[in-house]
């Protein structure tokens, strides 16, 4: 999503199956890029899947996203009354940690994982949030959890490539052939977004300021 934004995505539509996002999107205009992905790969009669490196401005920018991946739409779906929802990831954590100091609530880190199962990329993402976090404002763990998110990125954070290659998700990747996508992943802070969820439409939009 961070990717979809920053090659100036208008809005991405979320939706919790694929067959939601393709009938949704069958009843949009032209102009909407449908994405979806099931075992690292686009589904039959999708635009795009959800590899970062496929967006690009001279092709995207300006257009509406319709998006149904396997853990991290659904994570959104289930956080969706949430006061606020924000789409973070490694490439634009301080993005996100700057939103989520703006609003001045407790902070709530939800990891999407893989297949209902701990993602190791997405634990390393929190703590590089709550880093950035830390730099902004004091940040008190309140779990265990948040304990080992933010002690995994200070272990793991040197090499983040390796750390990601070596987690089941990362193999998962590079066994679609998709390893570049590991090296786009693995930038702490190369994109200055942060999507917004309004939850009762499921849209995201970028809401990053400076």
């Known amino acids: 999503m961070a990717a979809a934004l920053a090659a100036g995505v208008t809005e991405i539509r979320v939706f919790a199956s694929l ?23 686009p589904p039959a009669g999708f635009d795009l899947g959800n590899s970062p490196g496929a967006f690009r401005r001279e092709l995207h920018g300006g257009r509406t996203a319709y ?3 396997t853990n991290g739409t659904r994570a959104i779906v289930a956080a969706r009354d949430a006061a606020t ?20 609530a407790d902070v709530t880190l939800l990891c999407a994982g893989t297949g209902g199962a701990v993602a190791m990329e997405d634990v390393i993402g929190a703590g590089a949030v709550m880093a950035s976090l830390a730099r902004l404002t ?11 998110a933010r002690d995994l990125y200070r272990a793991r954070g040197r090499d983040l490539r390796a750390a990601l290659a070596e987690a089941v998700g990362g193999r998962n ?34 809401v990053a300021t400076r």
Do not use: H
């Not at 067959?19 to 032209?30: I, P, T, V």
């Not at 929802?85 to 001045?104: F, I, K, M, Q, Y």
């Open 19 to 41: 067959q939601e996002a393709s009938r949704a999107a069958a009843e949009a205009d032209g102009s909407r890029i449908l994405c979806g992905e099931e075992k690292c790969l």
């Open 67 to 69: 998006m149904s991946t």
């Open 85 to 104: 929802v924000l789409t973070g990831a490694l490439v634009n954590a301080s993005a996100v940690a700057r939103a989520a100091a703006a609003g001045g």
């Open 138 to 148: 004091p940040v008190e763990p309140q779990s265990d959890a948040a304990l080992i």
């Open 173 to 206: 990747v590079s066994d679609a052939g998709l390893a570049p996508d590991i090296d786009f992943a693995a930038r702490v802070d190369a994109l200055d977004v942060v999507g917004r969820v309004d939850g009762a439409t499921l849209t995201v939009r970028n």
